[in-house]
């Protein structure tokens, strides 16, 4: 417990803080701050960071041969959800800008930098 409980607040400590630097990059560029879904691309990233984690916790006695797969099954989930979630929007207007590319993939590769090094921290147990 005291580990999951690190990993969720070392997450939402660091994603606070991405999202602090992301804004104030797009204040100062004179640049809307809470368009492109950002809001919600940080809170899914962080719920499915933690859902990633402690679905491989719970299930890497069990399944520890097949714990890579899983994990990967992991990213392909976050990728339906961005294409669910965020592609149609993204798409109307027939391309996808930096913006929009940069709302979600920002908080998408800090959730993935912080589920890497957990799963690694777990299994070396």
Do not use: C, R
Request: net charge positive; glycine share 4%.
């Amino acid at each position: 417990m005291k580990q999951v409980l690190k990993f969720i607040i070392s997450l939402s400590v660091s994603l606070l803080l991405v999202f602090i630097l992301h804004i104030t990059y797009l204040k100062f560029q004179n640049l809307p701050l809470f368009a492109n879904k950002i809001i919600l691309a940080y809170l899914v990233n962080f719920f499915l960071a933690i859902v990633i984690y402690l679905s491989l916790l719970f299930l890497k006695k069990k399944y520890s041969d097949q714990l890579g797969f899983l994990y990967m099954f992991g990213s392909f989930f976050k990728f339906i959800a961005f294409f669910i979630l965020f592609y149609p929007s993204y798409k109307l207007d027939g391309n996808m800008d930096t913006l929009e590319f940069g709302a979600f993939f920002i908080p998408y590769v800090i959730s993935l930098i912080f589920e890497t090094f957990g799963v690694i921290k777990f299994l070396k147990k």
